[in-house]
């Protein structure tokens, strides 16, 4: 099975000419859930399953959507060693990476709200004011209403290295703007996908390798349920939530992302998710900004 192939078992979000419409893949066809995923994760995980499993046959079919409608995505920072040492080596403040690397509770940030995270096929954005961009290809985690885990996708969390290096508290400034989540093909239900997963990232440039990159989840410092059970600990989600798990590839310092570039994370398991690249935003660094 190629990693652009449907997952068997994966629940995906597909444009139709009555509005976004959710299948289940299966090894006779695709089925229809009744309803939305905030519907779906609203169930125990185990009537979710249920209703996943006993959706019907459709014929319906169209083109692939970010796999969220009503969630928050939210991101977990420093959960890679790898990760960790970049951090420290971009910073001017780079004592805080280590010591949250280290720390019983994780570094958890707000990412984006589901109508802002683009799908398959999508440009992904770098700012128009950063100097220096890099995509982070993450494990994501769908989690339910009450927090169980309902599966995974993979996910994009583009970022602006020279931003957050500035200054810690721009963080939001280089982690949450147009374009800077992405996410898809599909979600893949826990029942079907089981950790640990591998990750490999391949960016584009003229129709050449740039770029390429691969870790595993072995590699991460902090389990599911407990970036799960921390996210939780205080915040309710109605409607479900996703969850980015932190990045095990980081490009070097001479690499910074383009417009036009492509960029594809693919997880064993899971799928791939291609996105190109564009620049969004204004620069209003010494010209037009306000103080």
């Known amino acids: 099975m190629s990693p652009t192939d449907p997952v068997i078992g994966s629940v995906r979000r597909v444009a139709t000419a009555d509005g976004p419409r959710w299948l289940v893949r299966s090894e006779d066809g695709d089925r229809l859930l009744d309803g939305s995923l905030s519907d779906l994760l609203a169930l125990p995980l185990d009537d979710a399953r249920a209703t996943v499993e006993a959706a019907p046959f459709t014929d319906l079919a169209g083109p692939v959507l970010a796999p969220v409608d009503g969630q928050e995505v939210w991101a977990a920072g420093v959960t890679y060693a790898r990760s960790r040492d970049e951090r420290m080596a971009e910073s001017a403040s780079a004592s805080v990476y280590d010591e949250v690397y280290a720390a019983e509770r994780p570094e958890l940030f707000f990412k984006a709200p589901g109508w802002r995270v683009v799908g398959p096929g999508?440009?992904?954005?770098?700012?128009?004011?950063?100097?220096?961009?890099?995509?982070?290809?993450?494990?994501?985690?769908?989690?339910?209403?009450?927090?169980?885990?309902?599966?995974?996708?993979?996910?994009?969390?583009?970022?602006?290295?020279?931003?957050?290096?500035?200054?810690?508290?721009?963080?939001?400034?280089?982690?949450?703007?147009?374009?800077?989540?992405?996410?898809?093909?599909?979600?893949?239900?826990?029942?079907?996908?089981?950790?640990?997963?591998?990750?490999?990232?391949?960016?584009?440039?003229?129709?050449?390798?740039?770029?390429?990159?691969?870790?595993?989840?072995?590699?991460?410092?902090?389990?599911?349920?407990?970036?799960?059970?921390?996210?939780?600990?205080?915040?309710?989600?109605?409607?479900?939530?996703?969850?980015?798990?932190?990045?095990?590839?980081?490009?070097?310092?001479?690499?910074?992302?383009?417009?036009?570039?492509?960029?594809?994370?693919?997880?064993?398991?899971?799928?791939?998710?291609?996105?190109?690249?564009?620049?969004?935003?204004?620069?209003?660094?010494?010209?037009?900004?306000?103080?």
Do not use: M
């Open 122 to 291: 999508d440009h992904v954005g770098i700012r128009a004011d950063s100097g220096w961009d890099v995509p982070e290809p993450e494990l994501a985690l769908v989690f339910t209403r009450d927090g169980e885990l309902f599966g995974y996708v993979p996910a994009n969390d583009v970022s602006s290295r020279s931003i957050e290096g500035e200054n810690p508290l721009y963080l939001p400034q280089a982690k949450v703007y147009d374009g800077a989540c992405a996410l898809g093909p599909a979600i893949v239900p826990v029942w079907v996908a089981h950790e640990p997963f591998a990750i490999d990232l391949t960016i584009e440039r003229g129709g050449e390798v740039a770029f390429h990159g691969a870790t595993d989840t072995r590699q991460l410092t902090r389990t599911s349920a407990d970036l799960g059970a921390w996210l939780t600990a205080a915040t309710s989600f109605p409607d479900g939530v996703v969850l980015l798990t932190g990045t095990g590839i980081v490009p070097d310092e001479t690499f910074t992302l383009r417009a036009d570039d492509i960029v594809t994370v693919t997880i064993d398991g899971l799928g791939a998710l291609t996105n190109p690249v564009r620049v969004v935003g204004r620069d209003l660094r010494d010209h037009g900004g306000t103080r």
